[in-house]
Nanobody, 119 residues
Framework: QVQLVESGGGLVQAGGSLRLSCVAS?????????IGWHRQAPGKERELVAI?????????KYADSVKGRFAISRDSAKNTVYLQMNSLKPEDTAVYYC??????????WGQGTQVTVSS
């Protein structure tokens, strides 16, 4: 299992930018297969935002709603994954969670960081 700590959330006006960070730690951090970001808005289900598949050479996957606006990146030396969010919209308001999957057993979540986009 790994521990995930997110930071970087906050309040921003529509059209603005934020960068989220997630630091991973623990005995199995080097075995993570997929790491990335999900979000959950009030009254809605948690949804995938962007992930990196470390096992497949770092391929990236984005939700259609954030393509062209958000970019996920990873610094393996720092065990950190970032989410650069540009051109933010009010509908991006949610709690953003870092997630790490280590097959076959572990599916770990951070505590979440709030992102609020005002119109």
């Amino acid at each position: 299992q790994v521990q995930l700590v997110e930071s970087g959330g906050g309040l921003v006006q529509a059209g603005g930018s934020l960068r989220l960070s997630c630091v991973a730690s623990g005995s199995t951090v080097s075995s993570i297969n997929v790491i990335g970001w999900h979000r959950q808005a009030p009254g809605k289900e948690r949804e995938l935002v962007a992930i990196i598949n470390i096992s497949s050479g770092g391929s990236r996957k984005y939700a259609d709603s954030v393509k062209g606006r958000f970019a996920i990146s990873r610094d393996s030396a720092k065990n950190t994954v970032y989410l650069q969010m540009n051109s933010l919209k009010p509908e991006d308001t949610a709690v953003y969670y870092c997630n790490a999957k280590t097959w076959p057993l572990y599916n770990d979540w951070g505590q979440g960081t709030q992102v609020t986009v005002s119109s």
